[in-house]
Every structure is written in C-alpha cells, then in structure tokens.
C-alpha cells in the first residue's frame, strides 16, 4: 500500500527564513525521516511544492533538494486539492493578502510572524479562518529553543520562588552595507517595505513572556533609527526609515516585570545572541538559545558596595550550568511536526492566528508608546463580533 502524504504549499521558499528553516531544516528533514509520527504510529510523508516569483530561483531549489512540484502560479496551488497546507515565508507586506486567498480556498495555514502590519489586518484574518473553519497556526520558534526549554522547566519546578522580574537582551551588529555587506535584508530596515526591529522583535517577546511568565498587561518602549543611512544589496545607499533599536518595558499577569532590549546596532558581550535574566525570590537563571546558568538562594553571595577597592569576586563563577539531559531538535521542525499532527489527527496546536494577532498587537502597542511617550494598556484581546459577522459574510 503506497505511504499516506500531505502537500504543503511553500510560498517564499527561496528566502532566508522560507529555505533554511522552514524548507531544509523542517519539511526536508521529515522528509528525510520518513515523515511525521501520528499517535497511532504510523508516518505521514509530507510534499512541498515551491512557489515564488523566479521560476528560474525554484527550478534551482527543486533540483539542488529532488522536490518534484514548483510552481509560480499561487492560485493555481491554491485550486488544487492535493496541496492541503498553505505556508507563508513571504516578507510581511505581502503575507495577508496571501494568506486572505489561502483562507478563501479552504486550505489549513501555517505562516511566519508577524501575521500582518496591523492589529485590526491581524484580527480580519483570525476572524477569516475562523469563520471558514480551517485550521492555522503561527510561528513561535523562540520557545522551542534549548535554552528556554531549560528555563520552562525550571519554572515548572518551581525553582524561582515567586518569579519578580525578567531582564532580555537580543541584539548584534547588522553592517550597514557600505564597507561590508548587511547580513539581513535591506527591507528589514525600511518601514514602508514592512521593516523594523518592533514588528520584527515584539511579536517574538508577546509570546515568550505570556507563555512563559504571564499575559503582557502594557508596555512602554522607545524605539529609535540610531543608523539613519544604510546600503542595500546593490550596493545603493538608501534612508533608514524603520527603528533599529528599541528599549521596551512590560508589565505581566502577577506583577512581573520585564525589560527586553532588542537591537541591531549593539555589539555582543553576552554568552548568546539572546539572553534572559530570571530573578525570583529563590533563585535566578541566565538563559539564552541553547545554554542556561542558575543561581539559587542558598549559593547567592553577598556583595557589599566599595568603590575604593576594586572587587576580586568571580561573580561569574557563581553560577551553576543546567545540564543537556534532552536532545533538542530544530524548534522549526518540531514545531511544523506539530502543527501537521494538529492538521492530521486533531492533535493540539495552541499557537494560532489569535496568538499572533497579540503579537501584532504589542508591536503596534510598542510603536505607539514610542511616539506618544505614555505606556499602553493591554486589555484581553478578542475578536471583535462585527469583525466576526463581517468574515462569516
Ligand atoms: N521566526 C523568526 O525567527 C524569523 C526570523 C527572520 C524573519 N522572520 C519573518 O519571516 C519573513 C521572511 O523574512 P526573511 O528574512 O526570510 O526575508 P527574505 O527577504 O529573505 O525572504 C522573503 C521572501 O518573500 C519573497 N517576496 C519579497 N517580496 C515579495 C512580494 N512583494 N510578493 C511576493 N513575495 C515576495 C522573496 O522572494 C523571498 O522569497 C518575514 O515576515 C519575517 O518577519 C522570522
């Protein structure tokens, strides 16, 4: 008996998210293994079929991996049967109108974030999907991740005490393009092409702290283009219009309050590209993408403030290392793995439209806050029933 599959439409496949994570390091590699695991044991292939812009740039992809299916034609995938997953890795100003078409066709969707440019576009298309019944979800990679996988089990064992407050660093430096090449595309660093490192970084934060730590209740963020110039990738100077750099603080469900700084014109002097400071009352972690380092109370040491005599103390030393007692696999393709269980056996998949639509939000909230300079409530977000009665039409 041939092997059940499924086709996934894989719309944007050739940039860098579409190919390397989504293409090679998830849809490839259950290829490779034989596809996904069902609860009943029993594996489902999966297909891709590659749609872009450049025949030319998929024929190339089709060949280098042995894909059988390209395409430039979205409509066309979208009116086949055979194709039962739409997937988006277009760049954000292009994803909702996509993914509007995506929904209208009945296919289950599964996109890249930030979902859309705005919080109300965000709403229009959970309401969308919800109103055609399909099932979608939305990328929340940051989660799946070693480091914060260690930090999700600590807080599970209740090793923190009563957590107080979360401190987040992300950020490198991203070339301006003159004397070397940016290693990201130019377009993240227009706002009128969709760029900016809110839109990028908030929807990212929205998740990881209210799955995490608890419901992000406001935020306050100041949000600036510390590089006014920068040089797209040939070679042409271009204006910055999008921030680059953003200092935000949020308060959560239970009083804890975070402060994450996100930036592309900062230079590494932390373990990782992405590091969170965990204080509670019993004990604190430093957790980044893969690794994360504890100190519980009872190892705390006890420092006392002399600026006249220079301070001999190893506070790094302090620190004790969480071990590797998993094997984590690439949180893109567990999560994909996932998402096809949720499609194919009802499996859970709590990362829908809804939870990127927060997203959006807080991003939309940041840059408010940013222009404003008041701090931005965030009350529960819901659908709204005209938006839902206007989807059902
Ligand atoms: N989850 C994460 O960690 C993460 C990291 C980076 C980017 N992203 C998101 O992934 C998305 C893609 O980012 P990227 O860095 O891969 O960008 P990219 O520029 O490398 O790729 C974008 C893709 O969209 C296509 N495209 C560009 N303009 C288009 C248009 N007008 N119509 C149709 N297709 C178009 C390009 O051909 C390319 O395939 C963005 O929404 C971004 O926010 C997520």
Request: proline share 5%; with cysteine; glycine share 8%.
């Amino acid at each position: 008996m041939p092997q059940k599959s499924i086709g996934v439409i894989m719309n944007g496949v050739s940039g860098r998210m579409g190919y390397r994570q989504h293409l090679v390091r998830s849809i490839l590699a259950i290829r490779e293994q034989g596809g996904v695991e069902l609860a009943s044991g029993e594996r489902v292939q999966v297909e891709p079929l590659l749609v872009g812009r450049s025949e030319a740039k998929l024929a190339e992809l089709a060949r280098r991996h042995d894909i059988a299916d390209y395409t430039t034609d979205l409509d066309a995938a979208l009116a086949d049967p055979r194709w039962e997953i739409y997937a988006d890795f277009l760049v954000t100003k292009a994803r909702a109108a996509a993914i509007r078409k995506a929904i209208a066709a009945g296919k289950a969707i599964y996109t890249e974030k930030p979902t859309a440019e705005s919080v109300d576009e965000a709403l229009e298309l959970a309401a969308l999907a919800r109103a055609a019944g399909i099932k979608n979800g939305v990328v929340h990679d940051k989660l799946y991740l070693p480091g914060l996988q260690k930090l999700r089990r600590l807080i599970d064992s209740g090793f923190f005490g009563r957590i107080l407050s979360v401190r987040g660093e992300f950020g490198y430096w991203v070339f301006e393009g003159d004397w070397q090449p940016a290693q990201r595309p130019s377009w993240n660093y227009r706002a009128e092409d969709g760029g900016g490192i809110v839109v990028d970084m908030f929807p990212h934060w929205n998740y990881v702290l209210e799955n995490l730590f608890g419901r992000v209740q406001s935020v306050y963020a100041r949000a600036v283009t510390h590089i006014p110039t920068r040089v797209d990738e040939a070679g042409r100077p271009y204006a910055a219009t999008a921030d680059d750099a953003a200092y935000g603080v949020f308060e959560l469900d239970g009083g804890v309050i975070a402060q994450v700084n996100s930036s592309w014109t900062v230079r590494v002097d932390r373990g990782e590209l992405v590091e969170f400071q965990v204080d509670g009352t019993h004990g604190s972690a430093v957790a980044g993408l893969h690794r994360c380092r504890i100190q519980p109370r009872n190892a705390t040491p006890k420092p006392v403030w002399n600026p006249d005599l220079a301070d001999a103390h190893d506070y790094a030393a302090d620190w004790l290392t969480v071990p590797e007692n998993d094997a984590v696999e690439n949180g893109f393709k567990t999560q994909w793995e996932q998402f096809l269980r949720h499609v194919l056996e009802d499996a859970p998949h709590e990362f829908d439209f809804m939870a990127g639509a927060r997203g959006v939000r807080l991003a939309e909230a940041g840059l408010e806050s940013s222009r404003t300079g008041a701090r931005v409530e965030l009350p529960e977000l819901t659908l709204p029933q005209a938006t839902l009665v206007g989807a059902a039409r």
